[in-house]
Each structure stands twice: as C-alpha cells, then as structure tokens.
C-alpha cells in the first residue's frame, strides 16, 4: 500500500547535498523512477523509462531516477543517463519504505506537498500511462506514448526490498 514519504526524508542527489522530499517539492512536483540496479526487470525498462522522463525536463517538474544503490553503482547501471538526469541514490531503500512500494521499477509522481499523487509498480504500460496522465494533466504537458515501439512486454517487477 502506497504512503506518504516521512517529509524530513532526505534525497541525496549523485551530484549534490541531500535535501528531505519536502525541500525538493517545495517549488515543483518531483516525477521519480525508482529502480533496483542489481535485478534484470528494472534494467529491462531503463530505455523507456528514460525517453518518459525527458519527455517533462522542460516541464514545471523535477524528474529523476532513484536508485536503490551507492554512487558508483547507481552511475555504472544507468551509464549515461546518469548525467542525462537527475539522479538520487537510495542504497538503504529508505524512500521505497517510505513510500512503501512493493515492486520494482516504479514510476511515482510526488505532488508539491509531499504526497504520492500517482504510483505504478513494475512495468505495467497501463499503470505507466495512468501516471503520466495524471503528471501532464497537473502540469498542463503533453502526455508521452507509453509504451513506445520497442518497449519492453509488460512483467510485474521484482520485490522492492530486495
């Protein structure tokens, strides 16, 4: 069951100082992927995963990855998407707890008060779309084509504790 992030969590980016979630929705929304480097489903949707969190860059948004793992780990399984994008790592899973996701990747979008206001769990292309309508109807953007060609088939995830 989805909860509410404990507000003085803190998210601490590859490139930065760690603020707490409620620091980085103070002026925008936060749109997160959250994925498990060391399992094969959360590598299999890093491509689209990418291309739907580029689609808002130029958006009202933060859109990042969360990794459940150190930096040096977290930058060698996403390659160059760690410089592409925002990165936070989270190697003691302590906003999977918080959020109290289930399944890995996750696509979550954080409203400005520090809520999860749209969550889908492993790669669900339907629960995916959801999100990302729910985020462009907020931010009055242009919804992504969620799946893309070549996408990943639809699977469940892999347990987000590890």
Same mark, same amino acid.
């Given at each position: #069951?989805?909860? %509410?992030?404990?507000? %003085?969590?803190?998210?601490?980016?590859?490139?930065?100082?760690?603020?707490?979630?409620?620091?980085?929705?103070?002026?925008?929304?936060?749109?997160?992927?959250?994925?498990?480097?060391?399992?094969?489903? &959360?590598? +299999?949707?890093?491509?689209? *995963?990418?291309?739907?969190?580029?689609?808002?860059?130029? !958006?009202?948004?933060?859109? !990042?990855?969360?990794?459940? @793992?150190?930096?040096?780990?977290?930058?060698?399984?996403?390659?160059? +998407? *760690?410089?592409?994008?925002?990165?936070?790592? %989270?190697?003691?899973? @302590?906003?999977?707890? $918080?959020?109290?996701?289930?399944?890995?990747?996750?696509?979550?979008?954080?409203? #400005? *008060? $520090?809520? =999860?206001? !749209?969550? *889908?769990?492993?790669? %669900?292309? #339907?629960? +995916?779309?959801?999100?990302?309508?729910?985020? /462009?109807?907020?931010?009055? +953007?242009?919804?992504?084509?969620?799946? &893309?060609?070549?996408?990943? !088939? =639809?699977?469940?995830? /892999?347990?987000?504790?590890?």
């Amino acid at each position: #069951m989805v909860t %509410d992030p404990p507000p %003085d969590l803190e998210l601490t980016p590859l490139n930065g100082e760690a603020r707490t979630v409620g620091a980085w929705v103070t002026l925008f929304n936060l749109a997160v992927v959250v994925l498990d480097p060391y399992t094969y489903e &959360s590598a +299999w949707v890093l491509d689209e *995963a990418g291309r739907i969190l580029e689609t808002y860059t130029p !958006a009202d948004v933060r859109v !990042a990855w969360v990794v459940t @793992a150190p930096e040096a780990e977290a930058r060698e399984f996403l390659g160059p +998407w *760690a410089d592409r994008l925002l990165t936070f790592v %989270d190697p003691e899973r @302590a906003l999977v707890k $918080g959020l109290g996701l289930e399944a890995l990747p996750a696509f979550v979008h954080i409203n #400005m *008060a $520090g809520h =999860p206001e !749209a969550v *889908a769990e492993g790669w %669900d292309p #339907m629960a +995916w779309r959801a999100v990302a309508h729910n985020l /462009s109807k907020v931010l009055d +953007w242009t919804v992504p084509v969620i799946p &893309s060609t070549g996408a990943p !088939a =639809p699977y469940a995830g /892999s347990p987000a504790l590890g």
